[in-house]
């Protein structure tokens, strides 16, 4: 129906008239929607021990043993700098945590997190487990508080000598270090030191369905990307016993950390590499993707490489649709450790 002219409080409003004022009426609602969409992010941390900067390494291609005393103890690690490392520029530093009865050279090997397209301007960490393991599995030899202590302190031996971005520290591990990449995330003090988690296939028993209230974040939303076989053999997808302790369904422990993330229900999912892959993601206080979860149905208990590694000879697996490697990489340069 065609508008017709008419005289309204002394103001002609012609057809043309009324288009613009419902122009203008559209476009204001829109920017305010827009307005109230956006997220500030949070300043970035800027504290932390920069008494590492200025130190020169010598043949940065090769990881170098580090050692220290935690507890009362004899501890570890390998670090790994870039080898174009500049000693006055801060660099992130990703934390990488051991299955069981292994080391931290393992994971380094079965990785390939030290290559230059996926840590070419990081710093890796590889720290040693008690007897080959890390806390919360019956058969640890240290305590979870132990182990919380061992990881405070690398971190304190980290900064003192390398060149550190305390802002932008990750952790991510394999198994049961993936497990206690969790344990971590859960404690609010260690916990606060880092920007965002990734444990792969982890054995999570400090956080089933027997425990799982003492999980206290220092933070909310936590980043956390997992990835999890669903054919895993050692660590069910499906929860139950497992070779050090109950451990939860990834169901389950996913709802845990959405809800701990205050996110908002339901879930996005993205079914890819003709429905094998099934990739899960929450938005949670307004940060879209803060937590996600990558399933590979026929994957088993091992790093997810589109290349063989020594994670899926020992599982006799094969080469799987994922690079959890540089997926990683992405996940954490999307966040800092806040100011507050």
Known sequence: MAYSSERHQGLDIQPA???RLLMCAALLSIASLAAAAVITAPAPYTGGDTSGCGKTHLFN????IR??????????YLAHVPEGYDKNHQYPVIVGFHGSSSIGFFFEADTGLDLAKYTGDKIMVYPNGLGGAWAGAN???????????????????????????SARIYATGMSSGGGFVDTIACNATVGGEFAAFAPASGSFYTNNDDNYEKCKPARVPTPML?????????????????????????PNWLKRWADRNECDTPNKQEDLYNGDVHHLSWTCKGQ???????KTDDQKHDWASPWP????????????HLEASALIQEFFMKYTRPAQ
Do not use: M
Request: include cysteine.
């Open 17 to 19: 008239g009324v288009r």
């Open 61 to 64: 291609a090769f990881p170098k």
């Open 67 to 76: 050692n220290l005393k935690s507890g009362g103890k004899d501890r570890g």
């Open 139 to 165: 058969y640890s030899k240290a305590t979870v508080d132990e182990d919380l202590q061992f990881v405070w302190d690398l971190l304190a031996d980290v900064r003192s000598n390398f060149c550190v971005d």
């Open 226 to 250: 997992e990835f999890h076989g669903g054919a895993d053999e050692s660590v069910h997808y499906n929860g139950g016993q497992g070779e050090g302790g109950v451990e939860p369904s990834i």
């Open 288 to 294: 879209e993707g803060v937590l996600q979860h990558y």
């Open 309 to 320: 590694n020594f994670s899926q000879l020992a599982a006799g697996d094969k080469p799987t």
